[in-house]
């Protein structure tokens, strides 16, 4: 769908940021199937009245959110992009369909979820935004405004990138205050700083571009 561009940072410091970041993307996406082979309460104990009450919600969720995870890397590679155009069009509508099928559920789980009001909102709010980037993103490449295409996208990987934040950050909590006292504010805290970072970047592509750009 769209590449990144280097003009904010220098282009050996982009590279090798996006491939850690990509690498991460992929390791997540990968332990994140690990329901396949091995019981909820297991493997994701905070998600057991998920399992229990709304399943359908909970596996199209954690089902297809890594799979849209998984295509970031291929989705803002320039060398996918300007040698197979087909494949990373047809890829972009795997990933789009991902995250309407993984945003819609995630709105139902953020409403029914146990952990409080706070935590709620957050999740909430993120699935929200995360479905209405990348239905902004879809439309612009419908029309081909590419260069507004490419601004939304960048907000939406953003948000998918909150998978990876969450279990940085799940960690973290868990050693210092504990789950049930982190959880709330990790909810707001994986996808939070992801969009501002992003806006920032956005913000300095825009005024490294020459005035009548």
């Not at 920032?200 to 592509?205: K, N, P, Q, V």
Request: proline residues 5%; charged residues 10%.
């Amino acid at each position: 769908m769209v590449s990144l561009s280097h003009r904010a940072l220098a282009p050996n410091r982009v590279r090798w940021l996006s491939m850690f970041i990509w690498v991460l993307a992929v390791l997540v996406a990968l332990a994140s199937f690990r329901f396949l082979v091995a019981q909820i309460d297991l493997v994701m104990p905070a998600m057991v009245h998920h399992a229990r009450d709304r399943p359908l919600a909970l596996y199209a969720h954690i089902g297809f959110a890594p799979i849209a995870l998984a295509l970031l890397p291929l989705q803002f590679s320039q060398r996918l992009r300007a040698r197979y155009h087909m494949v990373h069009r047809w890829l972009g509508r795997v990933y789009v369909a991902s995250i309407l099928i993984a945003g819609g559920a995630g709105v139902v789980l953020a409403l029914t979820t146990s952990a409080g009001p706070v935590a709620a909102a957050g999740f909430l709010g993120l699935s929200a935004l995360w479905l209405t980037t990348t239905g902004a993103a879809v439309w612009y490449a419908m029309r081909r405004r590419i260069a507004l295409h490419r601004i939304w996208m960048i907000r939406s990987a953003a948000l998918t990138l909150a998978a990876v934040t969450l279990r940085l950050y799940l960690p973290v909590g868990m050693a210092t205050v504990g789950f049930d006292a982190s959880y709330p504010a990790i909810a707001w805290l994986c996808w939070v700083p992801n969009l501002l970072i992003g806006e920032w970047l956005l913000a300095r592509d825009r005024a490294s571009q020459p005035l009548g750009a």
